[in-house]
């Protein structure tokens, strides 16, 4: 009651300034709430330099038909990737793909293409997770992986450390550079699917990897050796083996046109039954086709052996009338997108379609029920494919078609 009489000076004077007071105080008080969380924002940001270095998402529609197939597949997709750096030299990269058989309410497909965390200092890169090793370990695009059986995304841990060579080509001017060699070793706990191991940690292989590149007169030239040993008897004629396979590939990339070749032995314990061998071509045909179609990547794979014991190319060792003599299959994708994206334009029209007569050879998802002596059904991989899908034909006189269009953005 005293700070409501009106009166000059003590009490009175408190009831005056008092609400302009608290007001004041109160505002200062979020502004240095406010001023201190930015702070604490800006520190951790400049404490972990955190920043969003990638963030792209892909919408597309996508149509399979197999030969001798029931019915095509097709359906709407959607993909998702991210890469941040988290805290100095630390890298996060997560990549999945969302896909939804039009007309159903069966549900979505998740395919999880790489989920890895990184580490790269100057002398060594250590990363674990989910990740695609296809273009890792062979230049192919659709072919190769043959140390992993064809399986191109796998759960892993690697340790990478690069180094670089320089030397000067003998009378002569030019000079030979490697801008990056790296030396690489991966262990893979599981190739298997998991409806088809015990996740015990025992049906993996261990990889090692050497990659030298080097260039001479605006040429590029890759050469690439892997190892592998598994880490029990699990299959034979695999990788999956304890016998341990060998995979080397050469690429030579000049100007608008690249071309490679690959040869591998998946168990060299049966190295006259598991050789293989691929060639490649790629090719920017932007000139050539008025912009209707950027890239033609061509592969051919050529069995070097027919063993009829061999499961994973056809090989029926419980029937012999089943036996599915390998041979030489193909590989066609061609692809067109439109020009890099720009801050003005942000999104990226694309489209493309791939063939192929390919069953599947030298992968774990060539096994047919019965070719091994466990009696279990097919299904321990997913062979080759071109984006997420699994990308086969059902026999040698078949082509198997892909097409998807799409907008990157």
Known sequence: MTLMTGRKGGKACGARWFWPLALFLCLWGWAEGARALETATQSAARLTDTAVTAMDYTVGYLWQQQDEAPS?????????????????????DISLDLFSTSSTDEGVNLFLERAEASWHGSW????????DVGDFLSPGEYFGSYLTMGERTVDMVSATLPFRLFADVPDADASVTAPYNAFSVIYIPNLLSAAKTDLDGQEGVVLAQLRVRFGVAGSSSDLTLNASRGLQDYFQYSSLSLGG?????????????QVWAEYAAQDIS????????????????RKFTFGLLDSLDGEYQLPLSDDPSNPFTGGYP?????????????FVHLIHKTSARQPTQPARFFYGVALTNSMGDYTLARLREGSIGEPVAPGYGAATRV?????????????????????EF
């Open 72 to 92: 095509a597949l097709y359906g709407p997709y959607v993909g998702m990737d991210f890469k941040q750096k988290l805290y100095e030299n630390f890298l996060a």
């Open 124 to 131: 060594l890169t250590l990363s674990g997770g989910r990740r």
């Open 245 to 257: 396979g060998l995979d080397a590939s050469y690429a030579f990339t000049y100007k608008f046109a």
């Open 270 to 285: 049966f190295w006259g039954s598991t050789q293989v061998a691929t060639a490649g071509l790629r090719l920017d045909i």
């Open 318 to 330: 419980q029937d012999p009338s089943q036996v599915q003599t390998p041979q030489g299959v193909w």
């Open 387 to 407: 984006g997420f899908l699994p990308f086969i034909a059902a026999d040698y006189t078949c082509v198997a078609v892909q097409a998807d269009v799409g907008y």
